[in-house]
Structures are given as structure tokens and as C-alpha cells.
């Protein structure tokens, strides 16, 4: 077996499918912090997830890619990564590389990223079996992300990762998270626009993700994968775990339209 070390990330096992890559997350924040906070069941009308550092982490390879563009326009990489996490990559090209902020490049450059650099992406522990748990029972759910429908289409087929039925991608909102029109149109898409917000749940990486879904007025799980907690926190989040084996489906009703989540070992504040 090899180490596949991606920043905060150390994937152990290899796979040629990727499927079900073991890995654990090592963030030094998480051993000063109490994640033991009692297990909670909230039902909920709909789940939005965020991609990129929710359901899987692709560090490491957009890394590579930021670097690689940084060089092809004249940019430092690594100063483009200080502000390009969470956010759409036609708003961090507007800043760098004005000419280039159009979607026709942003969705062919984006598309390239799950075929040139697949290797470098983990699953996060958690988000397969929930994933796989909400669409087998048919409950509503979508993912609500800052990548281009190629991106994010080429990643769940590398990955192997359930499709969900509705996606919101950067190209559909004029505005990338913290605002909340992503979220909102996640929600209207899943037929819950009108529903109350508190019935409604987002999963987040990033903190601007977490203020988008709070500004949306729903609630919100931080998973702490790739951020520091205290900014997760400060960003409004309901819950912060470590991972997505904190979220669980424990029911699917049919008749009342209600997912059952249980959120354990959350963040003790």
C-alpha cells in the first residue's frame, strides 16, 4: 500500500476504481477540540450538500491545477490558492485573469481536472454510505456547489459516486457562495422553496459555504475537512464534525416527506 499525502489529508490504500478509499483525516485542530457533544435527530425536508471537501476532497489536485493555470497566465499559484477554496473559478479568474472569466473556458478547463489529476481525490469518511442511503430510499436531496456541471459530472463518475437527480453548479447564479442563491435555488429545484428554512439542511466544508446556507436561513453541518473550526463557527454553523460519519440517515418517510438525520460526536461548545 501506498501514502497518498494530500496537505491536511493522508489517504492510506489504493484502488484503481476509487472505490472505497480508506483514508483519515489529520487535522491538527481536531485534538484540541471536544468533538463528544450527544447524538441529535432532526428530520428534515431536504439536504444540499457541497461538493468539494463534503462529499470528497480534491485538494491535491486543484493545487495542481491552480499552479498549472498560475503559470500559463503569470500569476504565483500559491497566491491564487490563498482565495480560491469555496469559491466559483470565473470570480477568481475575474481577479487574475479577467480575460478568461467566461464560462466556456471555466467549464472546459474545469471538465479537464477529474481526467488529468483523478488520482489525487479521497472520499471523505462518511459520504458514500449517506449518499448511497438517500438516493437508494428516494429521499430528496442535491449538491450545491462552486464547480461547473463538468467538474463536478467527471468527479462523481471517477469516484463512482451517486448521481443526485438535481444539481445547482457555478454557472447557474450569478452570484458564488456566501450568497445564498445557491442554496435557494438548490431548495426550489428539490420543490421546497416555500418549505420552512429550518427544514432544510446544508452541508458545508468551507465557511463561506456555511454563511451562504445560514444567509438562505437553513440549517447548517460544517464538516471541519479542509477549514479551521473557529472560523467554521464563527461563519454560523449549527453543528461541526469531523466528517461525514457524524451525518446520518436514520429514517426516510415516505408519507411526510421527512429525513431523519442524526448528527453525533458534534463539536462541544
Given at each position: 500500500?501506498e ?22 483525516i489529520?487535522?491538527?485542530h ?18 444540499l450538500f ?25 500569476v504565483?499559484?500559491?497566491?491564487i490558492l ?5 469559491r466559483?473559478s470565473?470570480d ?40 448511497d442511503?438517500l ?28 448521481h ?5 453548479t457555478a ?24 418549505t ?8 458545508e ?10 444567509a438562505?436561513g ?12 473557529g ?7 449549527d453543528w ?17 416527506g ?8 458534534a463539536?462541544?461548545?
Amino acid at each position: 500500500m501506498e501514502d497518498i499525502v494530500i496537505l491536511d489529508v493522508i489517504a492510506t490504500g489504493h484502488e484503481e476504481s476509487f472505490i472505497h478509499i480508506p483514508y483519515a483525516i489529520i487535522m491538527p485542530h481536531h485534538e484540541d477540540n471536544n468533538f463528544s457533544a450527544p447524538s441529535e435527530e432532526h428530520d428534515f425536508s431536504a439536504l444540499l450538500f457541497d461538493m468539494d471537501g463534503t462529499i470528497f476532497d480534491s485538494t491535491a489536485a486543484i493545487v495542481k491545477y491552480w499552479k498549472q493555470l498560475g503559470k500559463e497566465i503569470g500569476v504565483d499559484g500559491d497566491h491564487i490558492l490563498e482565495t480560491s477554496h469555496g469559491r466559483r473559478s470565473v470570480d477568481v479568474l475575474a481577479i487574475h485573469a479577467p480575460h478568461l472569466a467566461n464560462w466556456d473556458y471555466v467549464c472546459k478547463a474545469e471538465g479537464q481536472i477529474p481526467i488529468n489529476y483523478g488520482r489525487d481525490a479521497v472520499e471523505v469518511p462518511g459520504s458514500r454510505t449517506l449518499l448511497d442511503k438517500l438516493e437508494n430510499a428516494g429521499a430528496p436531496w442535491a449538491i450545491v456547489t462552486s464547480g461547473t456541471r463538468p467538474l463536478v459530472t467527471g468527479w462523481l463518475d471517477v469516484m463512482k459516486l451517486a448521481h443526485p437527480k438535481y444539481l445547482v453548479t457555478a454557472e447557474e447564479v450569478e452570484k458564488g457562495k456566501p450568497d445564498p442563491a445557491c442554496y435557494r435555488l438548490g431548495a426550489k429545484r428539490l420543490n421546497h422553496a416555500d418549505t420552512d428554512p429550518g427544514q432544510i439542511l446544508v452541508v458545508e466544508d468551507a465557511p463561506a459555504g456555511v454563511r451562504a446556507g445560514k444567509a438562505a436561513g437553513y440549517k447548517v453541518v460544517a464538516l471541519a475537512t479542509t477549514h479551521d473550526i473557529g472560523r467554521l463557527r464563527e461563519a454560523g454553523a449549527d453543528w461541526v464534525v469531523r466528517d461525514m460519519r457524524s451525518v446520518t440517515m436514520s429514517r426516510w418517510d415516505s408519507k411526510s416527506g421527512k429525513v431523519r438525520v442524526e448528527v453525533r460526536d458534534a463539536l462541544v461548545v
